[in-house]
């Protein structure tokens, strides 16, 4: 969340992880961007997740809404990690 405030513009692969970052896109109903997207913006589809409503006036998300929106990406996120290993089983 801090991170997310006062360094913007670092890369959201420092931490998150690719099928992380990724799955708040598609979980967003956004397409995956090609390069890296920026920390500020991941963190703020995660805290969407979770109940963020991102008006003008809201300022930043906090804990909780990231920490909700954290749950979703994370299982959805091994969800992915899971039907990846399922195709690479049958391609065998």
């Given at each position: 969340?801090?991170?997310?405030?006062?360094?913007?513009?670092?890369?959201?692969?420092?931490?998150?992880?690719?099928?992380?970052?990724?799955?708040?896109?598609?979980?967003?109903?956004?397409?995956?961007?090609?390069?890296?997207?920026?920390?500020?913006?991941?963190?703020r589809?995660?805290?969407?997740?979770?109940?963020?409503?991102?008006?003008?006036?809201?300022?930043?998300?906090?804990?909780?809404?990231?920490?909700?929106?954290?749950?979703?990406?994370?299982?959805?996120?091994?969800?992915i990690?899971?039907?990846?290993?399922?195709?690479?089983?049958?391609?065998?």
């Open positions: 969340m801090r991170l997310g405030r006062t360094c913007p513009d670092l890369d959201a692969a420092l931490l998150f992880e690719a099928d992380e970052w990724k799955a708040a896109f598609i979980l967003n109903k956004k397409a995956p961007p090609d390069k890296l997207p920026r920390l500020n913006e991941v963190v589809l995660v805290a969407r997740l979770g109940g963020f409503l991102a008006r003008n006036g809201d300022g930043e998300p906090g804990v909780k809404t990231i920490w909700l929106g954290m749950q979703r990406v994370v299982d959805f996120a091994a969800g990690r899971y039907a990846r290993e399922l195709e690479e089983q049958t391609c065998v």
